[in-house]
């Protein structure tokens, strides 16, 4: 019978990830209905990604053109709840900038997982989850 790898395995041998794109306008739901704005990556950056990636929730650092290096936390995946028809991946940096930086290349370094893309019953069990993924993440 064959041995199949742990997931923490096949997730840890791509990290760490590191990717850069430019950050696009998403869904508009990060900042309105989440409180928590995010910059997602056009199509090619997504098409690039490991093909044997797991969807989820990462964490690591992340750079705005030549600015500074931030921690962040990113979801690579479909956003069940919202039943997204294409994969994202929505970026979220543990910063408040002074202004926008849609178009702005946003270079990031994924360096562990936190856990899997799942879905959430309602919008506060979303936002809690969230919530407690950044904070795991600031750690």
Not at 74 to 82: A, D, E, L
Not at 100 to 126: C, Q, T, W
Request: hydrophobic share 35%; aromatic share 12%; net charge negative.
């Amino acid at each position: 019978m064959p041995r199949h790898e742990p997931i923490s395995d096949c997730i840890m041998r791509h990290l760490p990830y590191f990717y850069s794109g430019q950050a696009m306008r998403g869904f508009g739901r990060g900042s309105k209905q989440l409180g928590m704005p995010t910059a997602n990556f056009p199509e090619q950056v997504i098409d690039n990604l490991p093909a044997d990636i797991f969807t989820g929730i990462y964490y690591g650092w992340a750079s705005v053109g030549s600015g500074d290096v931030h921690k962040m936390v990113v979801g690579i995946g479909w956003n069940p709840y919202y039943k997204n028809t294409k994969k994202s991946m929505e970026t979220h940096i543990m910063h408040t900038f002074k202004e926008g930086f849609y178009g702005e290349i946003l270079n990031v370094a994924i360096v562990d997982y936190l856990r899997p893309e799942k879905n959430f019953d309602s919008l506060e069990s979303l936002i809690s989850a969230i919530q407690g993924d950044t904070e795991e993440a600031k750690k």
